[in-house]
């Protein structure tokens, strides 16, 4: 069964860093350009960042560059969150693009294999 697998989420302090990781599990991330996404109780899901599979490229969303910072190894894309706001908190999702190994920008329909999800929560 083709999934990604994130993980990293947590609660923590305005200010305060994350790492959230992005596993491919029965199928290798290292083919594919890969973003992130977020979406908190009744807002849109929200591009946040996305890699593609050159590691060349990357792109944010204005309200986290700077601070975030998306990379990849093997298998797994990493988003680093640093100097968190209450604003960022979220359910962050990763995903797959859907065709091509470079970022066509953030609508959500040009993603699938959606993972799970972890949660976010930075509070002030």
């Known amino acids: 069964q083709v999934q990604l697998v994130e993980s990293g989420g947590g609660s923590v302090q305005a200010g305060d860093s994350l790492r959230l990781s992005c596993i491919g599990s029965?199928?290798?991330?290292?083919?594919?350009?890969v973003g992130w996404f977020r979406q908190s109780p009744g807002k849109e899901r929200e591009g946040v960042s996305c890699?593609?599979?050159?590691?060349?490229n990357w792109i944010y969303r204005d309200s986290v560059k700077g601070r975030f910072t998306i990379s990849r190894a093997e298998n797994t894309v990493y988003l680093q969150m640093d100097s968190l706001k209450p604003e960022d908190t979220a359910v962050y999702y990763c995903?797959?693009?859907?065709?091509?190994?470079?970022?066509?920008?953030?609508?959500?329909?040009?993603?699938?294999?959606w993972g799970q999800g972890t949660q976010v929560t930075v509070s002030s």
């Open positions: 890699i593609p599979n050159n590691d060349q």
């Open positions: 029965g199928f290798t991330l290292d083919y594919y350009a």
């Open positions: 995903a797959t693009v859907r065709r091509g190994s470079w970022c066509p920008g953030f609508n959500p329909d040009d993603y699938e294999n």
